[in-house]
């Protein structure tokens, strides 16, 4: 993926939390954090393997694993506003890479919401290190990327994006990190049409909590769909080219996150389809697949499917 040298960046979308200071308590509680489970590093994929949640209500779930994380920080875009200027910027440097895919995505939905006659809010993803306070609660790192409703912001630790490939096997890539951010503002595309609200906190191979996943990847192909094409406030789209192998290694990635995958590969190896929360690795493919090849959000109706692959 290759993102056009001439085209403008917003780095007004990123909030740079990194180098603050730590403090604090408490687990994520409050709110549903949503998409967090199916992709945190090891150590807490294990954690959410055994509490049945896969991000959702950890503080209900009588494990205190994630106590004692890091406080709120204070936001300091200073380095991003004077690195991230344009596309050429995002070519040679992997933070404006970031800043780009989220201005590409949020671009791309700010426009497909004004074609249905509705408005699409424009929102952060806020970089961190080590643990961050949200209006969901604290988190650590090893929560892996996520969305949270109650403040409508995106988190992440840019240091998943290595885990990905050390831990979990995954090929990465640009695009497939694309991937992982057009998911999450999946979530933020449920939030504003209300699908999360409707969708209860329950496990298993056919949950909502499962379909409402499933939806988020098929959102997320959707937009690897228009990326080419999505003109950016300049008037440009700010990513040229995307190839198949970009494409094979979010699908990659894709597989290297289902329930089935981490259950068998980073937990006790045994696969128990009551504790589901995110889709297997198949169902993760097919549903992003979908978004990729149809370019068309209707056609992300999880919630509507019999069969989910």
């Not at 056009?4 to 549903?32: F, K, M, Y």
């Not at 994630?66 to 200073?78: E, F, I, Y």
């Not at 999360?196 to 909502?208: D, E, I, K, L, M």
């Not at 009551?274 to 978004?291: D, I, L, P, V």
Request: proline share 2%; net charge negative.
């Amino acid at each position: 993926m290759r993102f056009d040298d001439d085209a403008g960046l917003d780095t007004s979308e990123v909030s740079d939390l990194r180098g603050g200071d730590g403090g604090g308590g408490g687990g994520i509680g409050g709110r549903v954090a949503l998409g967090g489970g199916g992709l945190g590093v090891i150590g807490v994929v294990i954690y959410l393997v055994l509490s049945h949640l896969g991000g959702i209500h950890p503080s209900t779930s009588g494990v205190s694993g994630l106590s004692g994380l890091g406080s709120g920080r204070q936001v300091n875009n200073t380095a991003l506003s004077q690195q991230c200027h344009t596309g050429a910027d995002a070519n040679r440097n992997h933070d404006c890479a970031v800043v780009a895919m989220i201005n590409s995505i949020q671009d791309y939905w700010t426009d497909q919401f004004a074609r249905s006659g509705k408005t699409y809010r424009k929102v952060t993803t806020d970089f961190f290190n080590g643990g961050v306070r949200t209006g969901c609660g604290n988190a650590t790192s090893d929560t892996g990327p996520f969305y949270c409703p109650a403040d409508s912001q995106v988190y992440i630790d840019l240091s998943f994006f290595s885990e990905l490939r050390t831990r979990f096997g995954a090929q990465g890539g640009t695009f497939s990190e694309a991937y992982v951010l057009a998911h999450e503002y999946g979530h933020h595309v449920q939030n504003l049409l209300g699908t999360s609200s409707r969708v209860g906190s329950g496990t298993g191979p056919t949950s909502g909590s499962v379909r409402l996943e499933l939806q988020a990847d098929c959102y997320a192909g959707v937009w690897g769909k228009h990326a080419t094409t999505t003109p950016s406030a300049s008037g440009k789209p700010l990513i040229t080219d995307v190839t198949q192998d970009d494409i094979n290694r979010a699908l990659d990635t894709a597989s290297r996150i289902g329930d089935d995958y981490i259950q068998r590969n980073l937990g006790n190896g045994r696969v128990d389809t009551s504790t589901f929360t995110h889709g297997t690795s198949a169902q993760r493919q097919k549903w992003y697949n979908t978004g990729y090849t149809t370019g068309d959000p209707a056609r992300c109706d999880t919630f509507g499917a019999r069969d989910l692959g």
